[in-house]
């Protein structure tokens, strides 16, 4: 049965989930976050989807002709919804925010790995060779020393990333800040 | 009647056990009496042997060093944990101690300083550890029983043979 309770609420909550699930695809697709991160781009998925589903009911609350069960609860419910919808509306100048949040978690996350990788492989190594050396156990000390070599050059490979999606690096990707040995009281 | 400190190694990198176990024995205030390469193996050799001190890695496979402490402590009765790791003091030797371990010392110092860090948070060590060390622990022949007086009497250096 038309209810212009039911029409004006869902088309509210309609709009408002459109609206900011635009706000987040756009702010993904800018920051180049669609396929790296999942989080929001489910997020704004929801909003999405759920933005439509409201804008069916409120197709069907404008043109049905028989009352739904629980019909003023359910209007009652949307009334909540929306007004939900419209606060989130208005945190919009947030949304960058939760974009930059989730990405840099998912940044801290993946450099703790990497530095727990490198405390594994190349400092312990260097900690063995350095004691190793001043101990006089001259042959481990090598032997700690060749192993943290090759365990540097590893980890430094998978950083750069495979060569063959399109990772390569090419002329003028290697120039560096400053020179690998400055020159004695120069600052770095 | 000289003691020596019993010395559990947990570090799960077997070379760097072997230089340690050298470094301390070579020290002669120390007696190493066990080795684990994890956190799991370390809590049961600690409650096995109870040693006075415990030299705790961090990073390691199956359990690492901040699960196993508090229950190393514990399995080891009276013993002292020193955590000996690879990470800077000022990032992981906070959490370490919270969890309590008596002192934190980073890998990759001189061996006589190593030494000299690892007896110095011993120090630290409640009162009941001195009786199990024997009844001759405050004779001055020994290192152990050097440090042990300085300990009590609050001396600031102490005898060290470098490593």
Redesign the interface.
Do not use: I, S
């Given at each position: 049965m038309f209810s212009l309770f039911g029409v004006t609420t869902n088309g509210l909550i309609a709009v408002a989930y459109v609206v900011i699930a635009s706000i987040v695809f756009r702010g993904l697709w800018k920051t180049k976050q669609l396929t790296s991160n999942p989080l929001a781009l489910a997020t704004g998925a929801i909003f999405f989807t759920c933005g439509i589903g409201h804008g069916m009911h409120a197709y069907v609350a404008a043109t049905s002709d028989h009352a739904m069960p629980f019909e003023t609860w359910i209007w009652a419910w949307d009334a909540v919804t929306a007004t939900i919808a419209i606060l989130y509306l208005t945190l919009r100048n947030r949304f960058p925010a939760l974009l930059r949040g989730t990405a840099m978690y998912e940044d801290l996350l993946q450099r703790q790995r990497e530095a727990?990788q490198i405390?594994?492989n190349i400092?312990?190594g260097?900690?063995?060779a350095?004691?190793?050396l001043?101990?006089g156990?001259e042959t481990?000390g090598r032997?700690?020393l060749e192993r943290s070599l090759v365990a540097a050059k590893g980890i430094i490979s998978n950083l750069m990333g495979d060569q063959n999606r399109g990772n390569a690096l090419g002329p003028g990707d290697l120039r560096r800040k400053t020179s690998a040995s400055p020159e004695k009281g120069a600052v770095p | 009647m000289i003691s020596r400190i019993r010395t559990l190694l947990v570090d799960d990198a077997a070379p760097l056990r072997r230089l340690l176990s050298l470094m301390l024995e070579r020290n002669g205030a120390f007696a190493v009496v066990g080795e684990a390469g994890n956190g799991e193996e370390g809590i049961a050799l600690a409650d096995q042997l109870h040693p006075d001190l415990v030299l705790l890695d961090l990073s390691m496979p199956v359990m690492d060093g901040l699960e196993a402490l508090p229950r190393i402590k514990t399995a080891s009765g009276h013993g002292v944990v020193v955590v000996l790791s690879g990470f800077e003091t000022n990032r992981m030797a906070d959490q370490a101690k919270a969890l309590g371990a008596a002192g934190y010392v980073e890998k990759g110092l001189p061996p006589s300083e190593t030494v000299a860090r690892i007896l110095a948070a011993f120090q630290h060590a409640p009162a009941s550890l001195l009786g199990t060390l024997g009844s001759g622990g405050l004779d001055s022949a020994g290192p152990v029983q050097g440090a042990l007086k300085a300990r009590r009497g609050g001396a600031g250096a102490f005898p060290l043979n470098a490593a």
């Open positions: 727990v405390n594994d400092v312990q260097l900690a063995e350095k004691l190793a001043e101990m156990e481990q032997e700690a | -």
